[in-house]
């Protein structure tokens, strides 16, 4: 009777994490089709300025390697770049719900007065510029939106004040993702944003990955997060 009180005793805790989570979700600002191409080269270069830094794209590569890509360390080699940033990773508000934060579309802010605040990644930038398909303003459109937004984000949860974690929360991971297709002519689709400038083989969106919980649990939503942000982007491949 004992041994056989053992395999209940394990499955209760397992049962009581999986039943934490309510729903799971994925929102895109916008789609866009990549032409078909022969081409199966990749270059991919991630940056994480959320407050999770447990949230990655690491296993993009394995992704895009069983679909037939090839990941290789020299962009200028690359048929494709793939840059992706993890701008924020926190509780959403009442006030401003992941569907706001995806609306404001790629490279948008998390309302108007952080927009002053934030500093492009002249990292990525520097490796784009010479560059067919990001050099001039492509470079500086889409370069300079993949920005450190999660800092600024992060005051806003931070501090001696900060409240209490309530129940029944939606945790949520938002990240720009920018896809390059070096040499190319032809112009990208129109984004969801308008007014938003095109350039010829640069297509954008923001995606977010949301887990809505009953009681928030950091380590149980980060793994489920990272998978639907990696299958997103490698889906456009």
Same mark, same amino acid.
Not at 170 to 175: D, G, I, L, P, W
């Given at each position: 009777?004992?041994?056989?009180?053992?395999?209940?005793?394990?499955?209760?805790?397992?049962?009581?994490?999986?039943?934490?989570?309510?729903?799971?979700?994925?929102?895109?600002?916008?789609?866009?089709?990549?032409?078909?191409?022969?081409?199966?080269?990749?270059?991919?270069?991630?940056?994480?300025?959320?407050?999770?830094?447990?949230?990655?794209?690491?296993?993009?590569?394995?992704?895009?390697?069983?679909?037939?890509?090839?990941?290789?360390?020299?962009?200028?080699?690359?048929?494709?770049?793939?840059?992706?940033?993890?701008?924020?990773?926190?509780?959403?508000?009442?006030?401003?719900?992941?569907?706001?934060?995806?609306?404001?579309?790629?490279?948008?802010?998390?309302?108007?007065?952080?927009?002053?605040?934030?500093?492009?990644?002249?990292?990525? *930038?520097?490796? +784009?510029?010479? &560059?067919?398909?990001?050099? =001039?303003?492509? !470079? %500086?459109?889409?370069?300079? $939106?993949?920005? @450190?937004?999660?800092?600024?984000?992060?005051?806003?949860?931070?501090?001696?004040?900060?409240?209490?974690?309530?129940?029944?929360?939606?945790? *949520?991971?938002? +990240?720009?993702? &920018?896809?390059?297709?070096? =040499?190319?002519? !032809? %112009?990208?689709?129109?984004? $969801?944003?308008? @007014?938003?400038?095109?350039?010829?083989?640069?297509?954008?969106?923001?995606?977010?990955?949301?887990?809505?919980?009953?009681?928030?649990?950091?380590?149980?939503?980060?793994?489920?997060?990272?998978?639907?942000?990696?299958?997103?982007?490698?889906?456009?491949?």
């Amino acid at each position: 009777m004992r041994y056989a009180l053992l395999p209940l005793l394990i499955a209760l805790p397992l049962t009581a994490y999986a039943g934490n989570i309510k729903d799971t979700d994925l929102i895109a600002s916008n789609t866009f089709f990549l032409p078909p191409s022969t081409a199966k080269t990749i270059y991919i270069q991630t940056r994480n300025s959320s407050d999770n830094q447990g949230v990655s794209f690491h296993d993009l590569g394995a992704r895009l390697t069983a679909k037939g890509y090839k990941i290789i360390q020299d962009y200028g080699a690359a048929h494709y770049i793939v840059l992706a940033n993890i701008v924020y990773c926190n509780i959403t508000k009442p006030e401003m719900p992941v569907e706001a934060i995806v609306a404001s579309g790629y490279g948008g802010g998390f309302g108007s007065s952080m927009m002053g605040g934030l500093q492009s990644l002249t990292g990525m *930038a520097s490796m +784009a510029g010479p &560059q067919g398909a990001l050099i =001039g303003s492509a !470079a %500086s459109m889409g370069l300079s $939106a993949i920005e @450190g937004v999660g800092s600024a984000i992060g005051s806003l949860f931070s501090g001696p004040s900060t409240p209490k974690v309530p129940d029944d929360v939606n945790y *949520a991971c938002v +990240a720009d993702i &920018q896809i390059t297709e070096q =040499g190319a002519t !032809a %112009s990208a689709p129109a984004p $969801a944003k308008s @007014g938003t400038a095109q350039h010829p083989g640069v297509y954008q969106t923001r995606l977010a990955a949301d887990v809505h919980q009953k009681k928030l649990n950091e380590d149980e939503a980060t793994p489920l997060l990272q998978q639907k942000l990696s299958a997103s982007v490698a889906g456009n491949f």
